[in-house]
């Protein structure tokens, strides 16, 4: 790209002029405080300035095969940074700094092929592994002398993890565990690296010992040879074949003929077998070897406001840049950001990046707290964190892929290019709505927890927090409508109480007409489904709500008003979008719904001229957006003529296949 970088689009200088608060202000709170910023902007000028991030072709030109090279590629260089410049700017093995994750995205517009190893790989020896254990794969894995995946889901069984084929038979004789695929369906598939990239492997088998299932157990499998990277000898490794994204990231299958392990490499922290077989269970819950996938449904809330907020930054600057149509006859064509029906698209983006980074940011210090209890031998709130991190994870995901849709939408035709990234940055989250649980399934989870909690309070028992207006409901506590926060956010838990308490009603009725309790519970999972979500629904306002005014205690009053005009726009958006449930279960009124409309409106208005503030104030560099038309400067039409005419196809006048083909058939001599 040769364009000027500061020569900046007239209509976007004048909008930043139009800004009421202090940018910074709000970079730095989502940053966590000045000095984070600063760390982040220099582990982000280290990264820029490695020229890792140059393609010398777009990566969308280059083939399949070229594409997943060239990621290996600079997977490795990154690397060998991380280990070496930025692991002296975030301290030694900082795992949590985020400011790693967003620069990741100037490399790889598509995925790391080294993203497992990171992603689940570690965090799994880390959570599964006996100290011994950790003292061997640990270093090595930090160090990538290994390079790890993570495979559980199989051709025939993804989300019934009981259901998983792959056996791990012990064998006390020669003390090793003996891998096996037994049928087709149970090859391992879909694990992100596996294909091509990585040498180890944490592989989910059903354990036998002694003759006795015990179900499915974590165990580390080297697959290739360290020097020649050839799959050892009973392996049967490949790459699944081209999907929707994710093309870099090498899924691939795998097959075990016999194949065998030490015992030592089953993951024992949790459950262990003996040397001579004899299988000692988990002392203090049946689910630990699912930790990493609740770690994983955990990061996952952030990737949801993380590549939100890069869809919306994309979508207002454009919206900025782009005039069109007429308002009044004669009148100069509007930018299309001044549509209320464009604001409509895209401020609840803003608001929803928002309101998904408190709430992940929240999740991820409960995460740190119930492991910190876990530490200390209490599982006592574990199944709260199983049930926030399900219906999180799924409806996080599920609205931001939605939204970043909606923001391909807001660009009209410029949006279906390659080049705005917004096709990456949705079939990127997209994937996050299914893999990890997929969004029903989580919801079900939850749904399990909401119904336990009911037959809790009915019994007097005391609830945790975030069910604690079940308690209130039972208590006969009649919800009456108030249009303040605090208010939309109790009618939001009576929607929540209501539909559980139906759903309660429903597998009762069901059980009194005969069913069982399994098909009664099945019949109502339609109602389960919407119960888990509205739950969900309610967790989020409240956290959004709470968090804002925590952080903004201290800041500028523009900065509060702009913040919380996010939030009231946040809270009207979604009673507008729910005006069904909350007649049906609050009492809300015609006339407040009519007052929420017009004060939604209103705040469209409010909000119209700090909108490009707002997205600047997530701080995201041209590097990371890599988008055409989000770019800072809002140089669109230069960057759209200037990659088309650098597009290969333009490479020669007339291609090839003219020749062949078409003037043949012009010709009549095909
Ligand atoms: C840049 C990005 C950053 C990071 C991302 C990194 C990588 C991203 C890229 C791609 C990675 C993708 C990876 C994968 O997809 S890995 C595969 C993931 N697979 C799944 O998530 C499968 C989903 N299925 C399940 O989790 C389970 O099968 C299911 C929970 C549905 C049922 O399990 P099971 O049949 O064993 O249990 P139940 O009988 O239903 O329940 C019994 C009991 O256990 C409780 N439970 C279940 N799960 C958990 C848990 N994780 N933790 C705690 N408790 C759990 C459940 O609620 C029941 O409790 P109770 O009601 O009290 O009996
Ligand atoms: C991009 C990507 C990367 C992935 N990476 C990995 C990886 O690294 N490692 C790994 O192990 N796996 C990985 N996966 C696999 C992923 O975890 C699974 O695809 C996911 O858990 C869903 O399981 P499934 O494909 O078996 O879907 P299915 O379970 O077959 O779901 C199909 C449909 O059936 C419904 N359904 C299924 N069971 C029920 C039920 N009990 N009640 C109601 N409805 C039901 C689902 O809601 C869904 O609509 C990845 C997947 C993708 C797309």
Redesign the pocket.
Known sequence: MVLKKYNINPDLALERQKCTFDIEEIINIFDGGKEKTSQRRKIEDVVLKSGLCHDDVPEECMSLKERYENAVRKSCFFSKLMKTELQEITGIEDFETPAI?RIADALFKDISPF??HL??FVPTIIGQCTSEQLMIWLPKALDLQIIGG?A??ELGH?????GLETTATYDADTEEFVLHTPTLTAHKWWA?GLGKTINHCIVVAQLYTKGVCYGTHLFMVQIRDLDTHMPLPGIKVGEIGPRMGFSSADNGFLGFNNFRIPRNNMLMKHAQVQKDGTYVKPARH??LT?QT??F?RV??VN?AAFNLSKAVTIAVRYSAVRRQSEMRPNEPEPQILDYPTQQHKLFIGIATAHAFQLTANWLWNTFKSVLSDMKKGDVGT??EL?ALSSCLKAVCTSDAALLIEQCRYACGGHGYMLSSNLPYIYSFVAATRT???DYT?LLL?TA??LV?AWEQAEAGKTVTPTVSYISRSLKGEKNSWRSTDEGIIKSFQAVAAGKIALCVKSIRDRMKSGLDYEDAWLLTTVQLVDAAEAHCRSVILETYCNEVRRLTKSSSDNVKIVMHQLVTLYLSYWTLQRTGDLLRYSSISEKDIDFMQRQYEELLQHIRPNAVALVDAFDLRDEILHSSLGAYDGRVYERLMEQAENNPMNAEPVNQSFHKYIKPLLQGKL
């Open positions: 994750r993203l497992l992603g689940m993570y559980q889901t993804g989300t019934f993890i009981r992100g049946g689910k699912y996938m609740v994983v990061t996952l990737e574990l199944p199983h893999y990890e649980g399934i989870q399990r927890f336990k």
